[in-house]
């Protein structure tokens, strides 16, 4: 593995974990899952946004130059998405267990 991949991966998977995370921040005690997401249009235009602007950093050839980014292959994606869900996962659970004791 070169050290461009490990550095795009890593910024891929900090940008995932934050999009994914600002979702369990909309509530310290009720379940992402439970919280409709129509309810705050935007925040979800704002990651929405910041994923097109990373996604776009990765492709138009001026930004990658100045941030030294290159494509990301779409299994690298999926990988480095299922690594930013643990986060949901584990709020979840804390949410779950702080909620019965």
Known sequence: MDEAFARNSILLLMVLLQNVHVFNCRSESVSALKT??????ILVFGVMAAQGIHILSMHVPFMQIILATEPV????????LSLALVVLVVME?????????
């Open 36 to 41: 409709p997401i129509r309810r705050n249009f």
């Open 93 to 101: 659970a804390f949410k779950w267990i702080r909620s019965i004791a």
């Open 73 to 80: 292959i779409f299994s690298q994606w999926l990988i480095t």
